[in-house]
């Protein structure tokens, strides 16, 4: 079994306002498909009124974060599957209820997590 980052940027969803309880009506109902199916790890989006920080090898805390991270948000799910097409299928059912393209990348497998 391995974990699977299904995810998009704010950007991508362009919903009319009129059309916005029904996607959020058919996204939840694949999270719920998702939690039944026992795929399900983790997801939601990032708040994006809270600003990053960085942590650093000292452990302080700073007001910043790296330059290629800087516009991180949207929404992601994180589901543990059998197999890439397995993930590449919730995938489909997400982009559908979404109405927005999904991005899809597996997490490298830590014997020790």
């Known amino acids: 079994m391995s974990k699977y980052l299904i995810s998009f940027p704010s950007s991508a969803m362009r919903i009319q306002e009129l059309d916005m309880q029904q996607v959020s009506d058919d996204s939840h109902a694949v999270v719920r498909e998702a939690k039944a199916a026992g795929v399900w790890v983790f997801g939601g989006g990032i708040d994006g009124r809270v600003p990053p920080v960085m942590v650093d090898g000292t452990g302080t805390v700073l007001e910043s ?46 014997p020790e997590c």
Do not use: N, S
């Not at 290629?68 to 543990?80: D, S």
């Open 65 to 110: 974060t790296y330059a290629e991270t800087r516009h991180i948000e949207g929404g992601y799910a994180v589901l543990e599957v059998a197999a890439r097409e397995e993930a590449l299928e919730w995938a489909r059912k997400i982009a559908v209820a979404c109405r927005c393209a999904q991005e899809v990348r597996v997490f490298g497998d830590d």
